[in-house]
């Protein structure tokens, strides 16, 4: 791959999208939410997850759903007791709320022995083939081949380069690269949840930030996004 040298504008290169966390591409559209009255910015691919999360655009009127304040709902009542007190009607004390005996308390639990206690621990596999194989796998179960599989839209085939990390028995590093951006994921599996856990660690722009031996593709990433090991 060439490095090119890229210049953006102080706006674009410091707009990031609040749901999937990447610095949106020059000239991409940026769409304006709100959440709890907080103001946030969703790019193009996540608007569909935001409304799910019940972000609202900003400029869009929330519907009046027709329900009655408390004075209204009381007004019948009101006209009722009006009603039966000009027509002598004797009114009756209401009833006592019956309000039944509380349970009985539930026996304390019973202290464990800490050496019986279930221990929920992730095998993970022994060899760097293994771990790079669970770690591509745990990314294709995440939410982030679709953010992949977005740019690759616009940008073409990107340069992946999967490899155990240095520092680190359980954890793998997963890098996604164009000439115009990259991406750095780290999936963790030491994850005891029954699978890898995989997170975006790092972005950047330009191809001249990363290391010489991070520039050696092994995967390669298919039309969804999802990532396969090999040429």
């Known amino acids: 791959m060439r490095t090119r040298d890229i210049r953006t504008s102080g706006v674009d290169q410091h ?65 009722r007791l009006r009603r039966r007190d000009s027509e002598g009607e ?10 039944p005996a509380p349970p009985p308390p539930a026996p304390a639990p019973r202290p464990r022995d800490p050496a019986t206690e279930p221990r929920h621990v992730r095998a993970i596999p022994s060899s760097p083939e293994q771990r790079m194989v669970a770690a591509v796998d745990a990314f294709n179960s995440s939410e982030h081949p679709r953010t992949i599989a977005g740019i690759a839209r616009s940008l073409g085939e990107p340069g992946v380069t999967v490899r155990p990390a240095a520092n680190s028995h359980g954890n793998v590093q997963i890098l996604v690269a164009w000439e115009l951006c990259w991406y750095r994921y780290d999936a963790d599996l030491r994850d005891d949840r029954g699978q890898g856990k995989v997170r975006l660690e790092e972005q950047g722009t330009e191809l001249s930030e990363l290391a010489p031996g991070e520039l050696e593709p092994n995967a390669v990433a298919d039309d969804t996004g999802a990532l396969r090991l090999g040429g």
């Open 90 to 99: 004797s009114q009756e004390p209401a009833p006592e709320a019956y309000e």
């Open 15 to 79: 707009v990031t999208c609040d749901v999937c966390g990447r610095t949106l591409l020059r000239g991409e559209r940026a769409h304006p939410y709100l959440e709890g009255g907080s103001r946030r910015t969703v790019c193009e691919l996540c608007t569909a997850r935001a409304q799910r999360e019940g972000w609202i655009p900003e400029g869009t009127v929330i519907p009046y759903d027709g329900r009655a304040s408390s004075s209204h709902r009381r007004r019948p009542l009101f006209r």
